[in-house]
């Protein structure tokens, strides 16, 4: 196996550094993953810089050679590094020694972490390869945004309102010139580092322009758009820009596929947002993170269509990403064609795509050269032969050119008046599938929960005819470029089951920087549970449902539910009442401090204290219900993010205030002398008739403002704001605890005399520990929705382990969807199954029974230990050739009859 020479390894602050000769696994081009042995001729008086070096670098072994020593550095099997100094007559003794078995070529390859195709996730990589490899990203990214950034500025886009709209217009045209070289430029630089214009060449090309034109012959027609149409538009100085931060500086010696897709998001970013026309249509702003395809493509179960059947479409297939992860996908699996020209063609004949934009597949192209480069002359990764450039509406079985037996795809979220776009896709993607073909869609969150724009029909249509294996539920900004949209994705397969299967869910609410980023980057999808739906109605896909055991009332039967209201925008709020007016005090959520729950009428605007009160100063009014604004009342935000500490947003106002219509007033029903329906227990009713109207306010704003109860209330939520039909059917226990009445109490008396609120509050924790007691102390698992969540450091913690394979298969799920009843081969315990909770990463086709084989964290040795880390089993892989018949399972196995 030769070696790669003069590899150009990052290095953090300074240049790269070439090194004289690096093996790696199986021979493929060199990447963070996969650096096995390094040799290099090193003066004396820079050994110990070396040491360093090669102690940083994500090598397992190297070897330095200098005038005066040969000295071995190498990690043992534990992750210790040990270090050995060999006199040059006995290196060749040394390396064949017993000790030093972790030399020879067999065992490198044995200690094998680079992948073979994108669909490997870095299941094994050292923390010495996971650090370098952040580090390396950041260092990359903060080149690529000090060339672009230093390109735009240099091209600078004139203030509106000194310069003509032709001149504006002029410089945005030509920023979307530099873009497009700078994307094409990395990508030649890539190239280059990666040694597809030969490894004799030791010095990057540091001139846009020659590198381009060198790169045109070689790959597809982005570059010549690039070279011909953009250049010509940038001055020296933009170029020099570019060449100063992607040149020699750096280097992409040891980039992989994901890296490069990173880069590229952030490259479309920066494209001015007014810049238009069909002349940047190259330049997509459909984008898919590679981490999330490749879970959509890994966590479908492929396995259970024949290879000949599994053509997988993605109709619009913008920049790509599921087009790469589908043919990851195919290339990993073991029962395509082993010839490699017969593989190539397999692969490139069962992926397939299609965007209406005449240009996608130049981006397409482009990134699968690069991860060809990424992944090495050793992995097949053919572009797709059928690729297309029509309208999916207008596709139908007749005149596709392709059989699809899969459909994954990312289609347009926009809003055709009352129509959403993507419901009607789905509707058309159905029309193209047989039984037992199978699709993954990304779709806007909304369509969980969505009442109109045929959404209702469309989830109706997948409920009765197709099979749920799970969905996915994903923050704003987690997939598309700066998108401001949460999502949602739904696996599943067409034909209805004879019986009602269970479906996982997946969920992340947080917003925070570091948990989206490792959505975007490596593919975390949260936590899970597990529902059963044989109706139209998903709900329990939204948030993990509670499973009560007590008796429960609808908030609407206690309660009478009302908006507040909002004033004219010609009679805005004022500091004082104007005379002979009616006015009533106003209040609004921006005044609402989160961690209280008592609404205080001083934080509100001297300039915006009152509002004219009556038809003619109000947008809506509703003034029957007048007099119910001055008494006190429960305060519960409409508009408020599932997304936050306390999505419910109760407060208690003693005041009178008047609230604007994104806040409900909640009352006592018989307080507002509206008539409820009596469905509770005659006990129950009793007792409550017997509680005044203001403990009757304690006690509810006491279970809304419990953890409990908000979780509950995010069931069948929209992402932005609860209805008063939701608010109104939330649940209550038919048991009234007077510790709620008390402790809100308490707490409402605190923030009256705005005391300060001790850390930790042990009045808010007897609080939650009451509510839950009041409903029976249920089973519920809470998805955290600020910060960062407890169960994304457990998965970190997970991902860098030595793991050992192991078989199993889920025997039972338990009737509350809180259990499963695992079987599972490899254990140190006496019985082979048990009784264990949800474990996150099982994909939902193994709910079914089906036989798996996955990867265990080495240091897991009973169903008790993984009881406690659920996360240590990942990388679920479905039973291969499922669809083998008796007869041809006797052949494939060379068994007689």
């Given at each position: 196996?030769?070696?790669?020479?003069?590899?150009?390894?990052?290095?953090?602050?300074?240049?790269?550094?070439?090194?004289?000769?690096?093996?790696?696994?199986?021979g493929l081009r060199p990447s963070a993953t996969n650096l096995a042995f390094m040799v290099q001729a090193v003066p004396p008086q820079e050994m110990d810089q070396w040491k360093r070096w090669l102690r940083d670098w994500p090598f397992r072994a190297g070897l330095l050679v200098s005038d005066e020593m040969y000295l071995l550095q190498y990690y043992e099997p534990s992750g210790k590094l040990e270090e050995l100094e060999i006199e040059p007559d006995s290196l060749a003794v040394e390396l064949t020694a017993p000790r030093s078995r972790l030399f020879t070529p067999k065992a490198l390859a044995e200690f094998r972490t680079g992948q073979l195709s994108l669909a490997d996730l870095e299941e094994s990589i050292s923390e010495n390869s996971f650090s370098f490899i952040l580090r390396q990203r950041a260092e990359l990214d903060k080149a690529f945004q000090e060339a672009i950034r230093g390109a735009l500025e240099e091209i600078g886009v004139p203030n509106q309102r000194t310069h003509p709209q032709s001149v504006i217009s002029s410089r945005i045209q030509i920023a979307g010139h530099a873009i497009r070289v700078a994307i094409a430029y990395l990508a030649a630089r890539i190239l280059e580092d990666k040694g597809s214009f030969g490894s004799d060449l030791l010095i990057p090309t540091n001139d846009p322009r020659i590198l381009l034109d060198r790169t045109v012959s070689r790959a597809n027609g982005f570059f010549k758009k690039a070279l011909e149409e953009s250049i010509p538009h940038l001055g020296d100085r933009v170029l020099q820009h570019l060449a100063a931060n992607l040149g020699s500086r750096v280097s992409f010696a040891l980039v992989d596929h994901k890296d490069v897709g990173l880069l590229y998001?952030?490259?479309?970013?920066?494209?001015?947002?007014?810049?238009?026309?069909?002349?940047?249509?190259?330049?997509?702003?459909?984008?898919?993170?590679?981490?999330?395809?490749?879970?959509?493509?890994?966590?479908?179960?492929?396995?259970?269509?024949?290879?000949?059947?599994?053509?997988?479409?993605?109709?619009?297939?913008?920049?790509?990403?599921?087009?790469?992860?589908?043919?990851?996908?195919?290339?990993?699996?073991?029962?395509?064609?082993?010839?490699?020209?017969?593989?190539?063609?397999?692969?490139?004949?069962?992926?397939?795509?299609?965007?209406?934009?005449?240009?996608?597949?130049?981006?397409?192209?482009?990134?699968?050269?690069?991860?060809?480069?990424?992944?090495?002359?050793?992995?097949?990764?053919?572009?797709?032969?059928?690729?297309?450039?029509?309208?999916?509406?207008?596709?139908?079985?007749?005149?596709?050119?392709?059989?699809?037996?899969?459909?994954?795809?990312?289609?347009?979220?926009?809003?055709?008046?009352?129509?959403?776009?993507?419901?009607?896709?789905?509707?058309?993607?159905?029309?193209?599938?047989?039984?037992?073909?199978?699709?993954?869609?990304?779709?806007?969150?909304?369509?969980?929960?969505?009442?109109?724009?045929?959404?209702?029909?469309?989830?109706?249509?997948?409920?009765?005819?197709?099979?749920?294996?799970?969905?996915?539920?994903?923050?704003?900004?987690?997939?598309?470029?700066?998108?401001?949209?949460?999502?949602?994705?739904?696996?599943?397969?067409?034909?209805?089951?004879?019986?009602?299967?269970?479906?996982?869910?997946?969920?992340?609410?947080?917003?925070?920087?570091?948990?989206?980023?490792?959505?975007?980057?490596?593919?975390?999808?949260?936590?899970?549970?597990?529902?059963?739906?044989?109706?139209?109605?998903?709900?329990?896909?939204?948030?993990?449902?509670?499973?009560?055991?007590?008796?429960?009332?609808?908030?609407?039967?206690?309660?009478?539910?009302?908006?507040?209201?909002?004033?004219?925008?010609?009679?805005?709020?004022?500091?004082?009442?104007?005379?002979?007016?009616?006015?009533?005090?106003?209040?609004?959520?921006?005044?609402?401090?989160?961690?209280?729950?008592?609404?205080?009428?001083?934080?509100?605007?001297?300039?915006?204290?009152?509002?004219?009160?009556?038809?003619?100063?109000?947008?809506?009014?509703?003034?029957?219900?007048?007099?119910?604004?001055?008494?006190?009342?429960?305060?519960?935000?409409?508009?408020?993010?599932?997304?936050?500490?306390?999505?419910?947003?109760?407060?208690?106002?003693?005041?009178?205030?008047?609230?604007?219509?994104?806040?409900?007033?909640?009352?006592?029903?018989?307080?507002?002398?509206?008539?409820?329906?009596?469905?509770?227990?005659?006990?129950?009713?009793?007792?409550?008739?017997?509680?005044?109207?203001?403990?009757?306010?304690?006690?509810?704003?006491?279970?809304?403002?419990?953890?409990?109860?908000?979780?509950?209330?995010?069931?069948?939520?929209?992402?932005?704001?609860?209805?008063?039909?939701?608010?109104?059917?939330?649940?209550?226990?038919?048991?009234?605890?007077?510790?709620?009445?008390?402790?809100?109490?308490?707490?409402?008396?605190?923030?009256?005399?705005?005391?300060?609120?001790?850390?930790?509050?042990?009045?808010?924790?007897?609080?939650?520990?009451?509510?839950?007691?009041?409903?029976?102390?249920?089973?519920?698992?809470?998805?955290?929705?600020?910060?960062?969540?407890?169960?994304?450091?457990?998965?970190?913690?997970?991902?860098?382990?030595?793991?050992?394979?192991?078989?199993?298969?889920?025997?039972?799920?338990?009737?509350?969807?809180?259990?499963?009843?695992?079987?599972?081969?490899?254990?140190?315990?006496?019985?082979?199954?048990?009784?264990?909770?949800?474990?996150?990463?099982?994909?939902?086709?193994?709910?079914?029974?089906?036989?798996?084989?996955?990867?265990?964290?080495?240091?897991?040795?009973?169903?008790?230990?993984?009881?406690?880390?659920?996360?240590?089993?990942?990388?679920?892989?479905?039973?291969?050739?499922?669809?083998?018949?008796?007869?041809?399972?006797?052949?494939?196995?060379?068994?007689?009859?």
């Amino acid at each position: 196996m030769q070696p790669h020479r003069n590899v150009r390894i990052p290095v953090a602050g300074n240049d790269p550094v070439a090194v004289n000769g690096i093996w790696t696994d199986y021979g493929l081009r060199p990447s963070a993953t996969n650096l096995a042995f390094m040799v290099q001729a090193v003066p004396p008086q820079e050994m110990d810089q070396w040491k360093r070096w090669l102690r940083d670098w994500p090598f397992r072994a190297g070897l330095l050679v200098s005038d005066e020593m040969y000295l071995l550095q190498y990690y043992e099997p534990s992750g210790k590094l040990e270090e050995l100094e060999i006199e040059p007559d006995s290196l060749a003794v040394e390396l064949t020694a017993p000790r030093s078995r972790l030399f020879t070529p067999k065992a490198l390859a044995e200690f094998r972490t680079g992948q073979l195709s994108l669909a490997d996730l870095e299941e094994s990589i050292s923390e010495n390869s996971f650090s370098f490899i952040l580090r390396q990203r950041a260092e990359l990214d903060k080149a690529f945004q000090e060339a672009i950034r230093g390109a735009l500025e240099e091209i600078g886009v004139p203030n509106q309102r000194t310069h003509p709209q032709s001149v504006i217009s002029s410089r945005i045209q030509i920023a979307g010139h530099a873009i497009r070289v700078a994307i094409a430029y990395l990508a030649a630089r890539i190239l280059e580092d990666k040694g597809s214009f030969g490894s004799d060449l030791l010095i990057p090309t540091n001139d846009p322009r020659i590198l381009l034109d060198r790169t045109v012959s070689r790959a597809n027609g982005f570059f010549k758009k690039a070279l011909e149409e953009s250049i010509p538009h940038l001055g020296d100085r933009v170029l020099q820009h570019l060449a100063a931060n992607l040149g020699s500086r750096v280097s992409f010696a040891l980039v992989d596929h994901k890296d490069v897709g990173l880069l590229y998001e952030r490259a479309i970013k920066e494209l001015p947002r007014d810049i238009g026309g069909t002349d940047w249509s190259d330049l997509q702003r459909h984008y898919t993170p590679i981490a999330i395809a490749e879970r959509m493509l890994e966590l479908l179960p492929l396995e259970r269509l024949r290879p000949e059947d599994r053509v997988i479409f993605d109709p619009a297939a913008g920049s790509g990403s599921l087009l790469l992860a589908a043919t990851s996908r195919l290339a990993g699996m073991s029962d395509i064609p082993e010839d490699i020209n017969e593989r190539n063609t397999y692969l490139a004949q069962h992926v397939a795509g299609n965007d209406l934009d005449q240009y996608a597949d130049l981006i397409t192209q482009l990134r699968y050269t690069l991860a060809r480069e990424s992944l090495g002359e050793a992995v097949t990764f053919p572009f797709p032969y059928h690729f297309s450039h029509q309208d999916y509406n207008k596709l139908n079985r007749e005149n596709m050119g392709i059989k699809p037996r899969v459909v994954v795809a990312n289609p347009p979220f926009a809003e055709d008046g009352n129509t959403q776009r993507a419901a009607k896709f789905i509707e058309r993607a159905l029309s193209w599938l047989e039984e037992e073909a199978q699709f993954a869609f990304i779709l806007p969150q909304s369509f969980l929960t969505g009442s109109t724009h045929g959404i209702p029909n469309t989830r109706r249509l997948i409920t009765e005819n197709c099979q749920i294996f799970e969905v996915w539920q994903c923050p704003e900004k987690a997939i598309g470029i700066d998108a401001e949209q949460a999502v949602c994705i739904v696996l599943g397969q067409v034909g209805k089951p004879k019986i009602i299967i269970p479906s996982a869910a997946r969920a992340v609410f947080s917003r925070q920087k570091d948990t989206v980023s490792n959505i975007c980057n490596n593919g975390f999808l949260g936590n899970q549970w597990i529902t059963r739906s044989n109706s139209d109605n998903w709900e329990f896909f939204t948030a993990p449902p509670v499973s009560m055991q007590i008796p429960t009332i609808p908030l609407g039967n206690l309660f009478f539910v009302f908006n507040g209201v909002t004033p004219s925008k010609n009679y805005k709020p004022v500091s004082q009442c104007p005379p002979n007016t009616e006015c009533k005090l106003n209040w609004r959520m921006k005044w609402r401090d989160t961690n209280r729950i008592w609404a205080d009428p001083d934080r509100v605007g001297e300039e915006e204290r009152w509002i004219r009160y009556g038809k003619e100063f109000l947008h809506t009014a509703v003034l029957n219900n007048s007099y119910l604004f001055d008494l006190p009342k429960i305060l519960v935000g409409r508009k408020v993010n599932r997304g936050s500490l306390y999505p419910l947003a109760a407060q208690l106002d003693t005041t009178g205030l008047c609230p604007d219509n994104n806040i409900f007033c909640i009352f006592p029903a018989k307080q507002a002398g509206k008539s409820t329906k009596a469905l509770g227990s005659q006990q129950f009713l009793k007792e409550w008739n017997t509680l005044s109207y203001q403990e009757q306010r304690l006690w509810l704003l006491g279970i809304l403002a419990s953890k409990i109860v908000n979780a509950l209330s995010l069931i069948g939520r929209k992402t932005h704001e609860i209805t008063s039909d939701e608010l109104c059917k939330l649940l209550l226990p038919q048991k009234i605890d007077r510790r709620i009445i008390d402790i809100t109490r308490q707490i409402v008396e605190r923030d009256q005399q705005r005391l300060e609120i001790p850390k930790p509050d042990d009045l808010r924790r007897q609080l939650d520990e009451i509510v839950e007691e009041s409903y029976g102390n249920p089973h519920w698992i809470e998805i955290k929705r600020t910060g960062e969540p407890p169960e994304l450091e457990l998965w970190k913690s997970e991902r860098t382990k030595p793991t050992f394979i192991v078989r199993g298969q889920v025997l039972e799920v338990s009737q509350d969807n809180n259990q499963i009843h695992l079987y599972l081969s490899g254990l140190l315990d006496d019985n082979r199954a048990d009784w264990m909770p949800i474990l996150p990463e099982m994909p939902g086709w193994a709910l079914d029974g089906t036989v798996f084989k996955a990867e265990l964290s080495q240091d897991v040795e009973t169903f008790a230990e993984l009881a406690k880390r659920p996360w240590a089993i990942r990388q679920f892989r479905h039973t291969p050739r499922p669809y083998l018949t008796d007869d041809e399972l006797r052949e494939e196995l060379g068994i007689e009859e």
